[in-house]
């Protein structure tokens, strides 16, 4: 069933009174002309009361129409282009009438009041039956119809209904299914709402949980930077012990050095002495000290691979391998006992390693 709906040209008449009702609004006080209306030389047109108004705050000191001494006129610009308005004697009384506009606003207000919804009613008409009006409803086929087409044409065999009734029927289903699609959005807003809260939930665990990644393994680097520097430091005691034995060696054979030296030196001259007696006088003391020089027992050398410091390599494989093993589980408080019992244990094993670095001794 086809039925020509008649609400176009209204709503299209609508639309332009829309549209001619803005046309006819004053730029001074926003509401729609009140006549007499006033057309300025810049074609723009105001309400004289206004278009007065403006022009007394632009002229404070011209004096009014019913003054005893009339100024010789003003200026002012016009609040819509900004285009100066320049006045005789008369003022904004001077000014032209614009009577088409006062027509138009005429008019405006007579189709105005006229009502709208009567006249949508009767264009709701029967395309079969020119002369009938939409005014039952077909069950059947789900149509809005005509009497006629009930009794005569295509919707004689149809169950049909008064449109009223349907009306009220689909606005009630359609209502009640708009409560119920918003009750839905509700919940669906509830629940993005919900995990909208998960993930800001997400984000502060996870950036507390990297927070106390960092202090754990920045406590363990801490534990081996401090351990790291026990073991320089028995490195560097072992290596000043061994020095110092070392140097004392050196300055003992260097004083055995320098006195031989001096002997021998001094023997030499003796037997470059050319007087047998005079030589006689001292050989016998050279030769008991040459005897005792070459007797002379000094301590014995550092022992073969004394220099060695071998003894002082650590072995970090096993260390290292089980660092890689790190990984996260279930549960951070006890995670965090494991990493401290770990960390503990590893501070106590660490004095039999020193030991064992410090306990070679040198040899004396």
């Excluded at 119920?180 to 800001?200: K, S």
Aim: proline share 4%; hydrophobic share 35%; aromatic share 4%.
């Amino acid at each position: 069933m086809n039925f020509t709906v008649g609400f176009k040209p209204l709503l299209g008449d609508a639309h332009s009174m829309d549209s001619l009702e803005k046309q006819l609004i004053c730029p001074i006080c926003l509401e729609m002309f009140s006549k007499p209306v006033v057309i300025l030389p810049c074609q723009h047109n105001l309400c004289r009361k206004c278009a007065n108004d403006v022009f007394q705050a632009s002229n404070p000191l011209w004096q009014s129409r019913g003054s005893t001494t009339v100024s010789s006129g003003g200026r002012f610009r016009c609040p819509s282009c900004r285009h100066e308005v320049v006045l005789d004697r008369h003022g904004v009384y001077g000014l032209q009438r614009n009577l088409l506009v006062e027509n138009i606003i005429d008019i405006y207000k007579q189709e105005s009041s006229r009502p709208l919804n009567s006249k949508a009613e009767q264009h709701l008409m029967c395309e079969e039956h020119e002369d009938e009006k939409i005014n039952i409803y077909c069950l059947s086929c789900e149509v809005p119809t005509c009497s006629l087409c009930k009794v005569f044409g295509a919707h004689k065999d149809c169950e049909v209904a008064p449109l009223p009734t349907i009306y009220k029927r689909q606005k009630s289903e359609l209502s009640d299914g708009i409560s119920m699609l918003v009750a839905g959005n509700d919940r669906v807003q509830a629940v993005i709402t919900q995990m909208e809260e998960v993930c800001q939930t997400i984000e502060d665990n996870s950036r507390r949980q990297k927070q106390l990644l960092n202090q754990r393994f920045e406590a363990l680097c801490a534990v081996l930077e401090e351990r790291k520097g026990e073991l320089l430091q028995a490195l560097a005691r072992k290596q000043e012990e061994k020095l110092q034995r070392v140097r004392a060696l050196i300055r003992q054979y260097g004083d055995h050095l320098e006195a031989s030296s001096k002997l021998v030196e001094s023997a030499i001259q003796s037997m470059e002495e050319p007087q047998m007696a005079l030589y006689l006088q001292q050989a016998k003391e050279l030769i008991n000290k040459v005897g005792t020089m070459s007797k002379v027992e000094l301590a014995g050398r550092p022992e073969p691979g004394y220099e060695s410091m071998e003894q002082f390599t650590v072995s970090v494989e096993h260390v290292a391998e089980m660092l890689r093993t790190i990984d996260f589980q279930p549960g951070a408080s006890g995670e965090e006992e494991d990493e401290e019992v770990a960390l503990d244990g590893e501070e106590g094993s660490a004095g039999p390693e020193e030991e064992r670095l410090e306990g070679p001794e040198g040899l004396h």
